[in-house]
Structures are given as structure tokens and as C-alpha cells.
């Protein structure tokens, strides 16, 4: 299968492309890695994100090492499965 990266910024433009991804690259065998990157870091809007759909978050500010750990960790998700 295709694997594709987002990082989004955005919670109403991430929440669109989770529900297309759920509802067509899924079916295209199309896998969308989705990383949320916000200014929230609160536990409430980390847990909405993933449960909406969103595989990793990270809170700004971060170090260009912290996102590319979080990418890291995120796709080994992908790659253990």
C-alpha cells in the first residue's frame, strides 16, 4: 500500500481530511498517517484529536528533533502492524 504523511495544523481542516481518509483512501489502500500540530497542549484536545482520528499530536512550540521523533514513533506504529 501507498503511505502518506500530514502534518496539520489546523483541527477543522484535520477533522475534514480524517473523514476522507476514513472514508476513501482506506478504501484505495491508500494509508494517511495523520500528525496533528497545535498551540493546545491541554490532555482534553490531545485526546479529541486521536479519537478523532489523528495517529500522532505534538503541541507548539517543539525542536525540529521533537517532529521528527514524533514522526519516527508514528510510522513504527504503522510498520509493527
Known sequence: PTLLIGLLINISIALMIIFFRNTYLDTLGVI????????????EKVDQALAA???????????AEELAEK???????????
Open 71 to 81: 514522526i519516527r514513533t508514528t510510522l513504527a506504529k504503522f510498520n509493527s502492524n
Open 53 to 63: 482520528g489523528a495517529n500522532g499530536y505534538l503541541a507548539k512550540p517543539f525542536a
Open 32 to 43: 494517511f498517517c495523520i500528525i496533528m500540530i497545535s498551540t493546545e497542549s491541554e490532555d
